[in-house]
């Protein structure tokens, strides 16, 4: 059994930050590439930024040099730090990697998402 956790949601006004977290846990061989989406209501889920284990990054257009993706191979996590908040950001987050599994199946696996709210 696999999961993701994340942490670090809320509310927050514009032009302020934020950090998100997700912990990955259980049954891990390794995790290759994680990342972070978001969905806003009414809206599909669009990536944010991914980072691979070697630790390359990508980001959306609207949020480079806002954003930035980490990651902790030695403890599973990885985190976004999410500065100069707009109010077009507000979305539900999800944390997101590929894991090969103790049973060496490879497979995607999504936290259950963490609320971000920004007020202008």
């Known amino acids: 059994q696999v999961q993701l956790v994340e942490s670090g949601g809320g509310l927050v006004q514009a032009g302020g930050s934020l950090r998100l977290s997700c912990a990955a846990s259980?049954?891990?061989?390794?995790?290759?590439?994680m990342g972070w989406y978001r969905q806003a209501p009414g809206k599909q889920r669009d990536l944010v930024a991914t980072?691979?284990?070697?630790?390359?990054?990508n980001y959306a257009d609207s949020v480079k040099g806002r954003f930035t993706i980490s990651r902790d191979n030695a403890k599973n996590t990885v985190s976004l730090q999410m500065n100069s908040l707009k109010p077009e950001d507000t979305a539900v987050y999800y944390c997101?990697?590929?894991?090969?599994?103790?049973?060496?199946?490879?497979?995607?696996?999504w936290g259950q998402g963490t609320q971000v709210t920004v007020s202008s």
């Open positions: 980072i691979t284990r070697g630790g390359t990054t």
């Open positions: 997101n990697a590929e894991i090969r599994s103790i049973s060496l199946q490879r497979r995607s696996y």
């Open positions: 259980g049954s891990i061989f390794s995790i290759n590439d």
